[in-house]
């Protein structure tokens, strides 16, 4: 059973940074991950992926501000969030899954409990 856990959310005002990391586990094959992101009444969306190969996709909403990256030895996942603004306040998941490669939720297998980010104007 994979399991994903995420850390690293928090307060910031707008132009600052964060790092989210997600500690994942329970599986044996090459996996895609990604972020995902959820503001309440809204549909969650995707924020970036990373392939089992290291290619990348993100969000235009996010493109040059937040950069994904997985560390291969420790099974981990990060985000560095930079210029962060207010939009981007909401509840951040982490995912994965062997045949995942979007930024549809409904291509994710797995996902992490979320973790809270909140920027301030």
């Known amino acids: 059973q994979v399991q994903l856990v995420e850390s690293g959310g928090g307060s910031v005002q707008a132009g600052g940074s964060l790092r989210l990391s997600c500690a994942a586990s329970?599986?044996?094959?090459?996996?895609?991950m990604g972020w995902f992101r959820q503001t309440p009444g809204k549909e969650r969306e995707g924020v970036a992926v990373?392939?089992?190969?290291?290619?990348?996709l993100y969000a235009d909403s996010v493109k040059g501000r937040f950069t994904i990256s997985k560390e291969k030895v420790k099974n981990t996942l990060d985000l560095q969030m930079n210029s962060l603004k207010p939009e981007d306040t909401a509840m951040y998941y982490c995912?994965?899954?062997?045949?995942?490669?979007?930024?549809?939720?409904?291509?994710?297998?797995?996902w992490g409990q979320g973790t809270q980010v909140t920027v301030s104007s």
């Open positions: 990373i392939g089992s190969g290291g290619s990348t």
């Open positions: 995912a994965a899954g062997p045949f995942f490669y979007s930024l549809r939720k409904e291509d994710v297998s797995y």
């Open positions: 329970g599986y044996s094959y090459s996996i895609s």
